[in-house]
């Protein structure tokens, strides 16, 4: 009796064993494809920020609200830019009437040049008749050198004060032009109070109260699309080479559950995010849902490329990256396109090469 139990558990372990999984290859419609995670964006949206700082008057309009190209949106309250401008017209004024002549500036230089000229011509004349006089050996050579002297002096003086003239004139009307510029562009900060939409969509987003303080670096508005939206791609690094415009997209969206919407790679940008690792992509909707807001996530799979009646197997049976175990042992094989769940072999079996699962 013992030894009947022992046969019977000896055929056992051997039936066991020779249970091993078993498939053949098959041909399929295979589709290579890189993974991406998806955020949904409106078209065009763009953060509204404060020309100046200053108080939160009143939101004129509110999140949802359809909006035309510069509708106004936010006013803001700030007395100082109003008190910039008055600063600026006084300065103006001041350097106008400083490059007119009005003032003390240029009418003084005019004045010594008047006079230096006078002085200039008086020794002019000294001097010619002091030469002429010491051409025919009358009067003293000292006389001669000092009338000479105070000609050369009164000459380089009339020189230095027409250089400075025409220098004090054009640094004048330097004054002029910059304190122009200077009240020209205060105006525009004083009108500036209200935050205008730039383009013609919908407001998403208002991330100030009435009575908040606000600055020039804050955002205050978020501003899109009302109709058009993106899908941002964010893809690994080992996968954007293989990608270009133009390319296939599936969206899930989690908000649509299982259902997958047409889409099409429409940019890449270049630059790697350093701290997310990934590059960014752009898709839009070929055939869009019929209800999209800002911030829907969902997964994407970008289409590389697709062949029809492939030989496949699963990729668990895949070894070592080109081997499958079949009963007569390893064989080596070369594989070509494969997704997430199958991978096409090229060659080295067929389709009535029994393959064996590898043992986990």
């Not at 004048?172 to 935050?195: E, G, I, P, R």
């Not at 396109?337 to 029994?354: A, C, K, Y």
Request: proline share 4%; glycine share 6%; charged share 25%.
């Amino acid at each position: 009796m013992r030894n009947i139990i022992l046969i019977h558990c000896l055929f056992l372990l051997l039936s066991c064993g020779d249970k091993e999984e078993k498939i053949f290859p098959t041909k399929i419609h295979l589709t290579e494809s890189v993974y991406a995670s998806v955020t949904v964006q409106p078209d065009s949206l763009y953060q509204a920020y404060a020309p100046v700082a200053g108080i939160l008057d009143r939101n004129l309009l509110e999140e949802g609200d359809l909006v035309s190209q510069g509708t106004p949106i936010i006013q803001i309250v700030n007395s100082t830019p109003k008190l910039n401008t008055e600063n600026a017209r006084l300065t103006l004024e001041l350097a106008q009437a400083n490059y007119n002549g009005s003032s003390a500036v240029l009418s003084s230089l005019e004045d010594e040049i008047q006079s230096a000229t006078l002085s200039f011509k008086n020794d002019s004349i000294n001097y010619l008749r002091q030469k002429r006089l010491w051409d025919q050996n009358i009067g003293s050579k000292v006389e001669y050198e000092n009338r000479k002297l105070a000609y050369e002096i009164s000459g380089n003086n009339l020189k230095q004060l027409k250089n400075k003239y025409v220098q004090t004139k054009n640094e004048l009307s330097t004054q002029v032009q910059q304190a122009l510029n200077n009240y020209n562009t205060s105006q525009l900060t004083t009108k500036d109070f209200t935050v205008s939409s730039k383009i013609s969509g919908k407001v998403y987003a208002l991330y100030k109260n009435p009575g908040e303080i606000v600055n020039t670096m804050e955002p205050l508005a978020s501003v899109g699309s009302a109709t058009d939206f993106i899908i941002e791609l964010l893809i690994d690094e080992v996968d954007i080479v293989k990608l270009q415009v133009g390319q296939k997209a599936l969206i899930t969206l989690d908000a649509y559950g299982d259902k997958v919407f047409d889409a099409k790679v429409s940019k890449i940008y270049p630059k790697k995010d350093e701290r997310s690792q990934t590059f960014k992509a752009e898709a839009i909707f070929i055939n869009p849902p019929k209800a999209l807001y800002p911030g829907l996530a969902g997964e994407g799979n970008i289409i590389i490329s697709e062949k029809e009646s492939v030989l496949t197997i699963p990729k668990e049976y895949l070894l070592e990256g080109n081997k499958v175990k079949t009963p007569d042992g390893l064989v080596d094989v070369i594989p070509g396109l494969q997704n997430l769940d199958r991978v096409e072999i090229i060659n080295g079996i067929n389709e009535t090469t029994e393959i064996l699962k590898p043992e986990e």
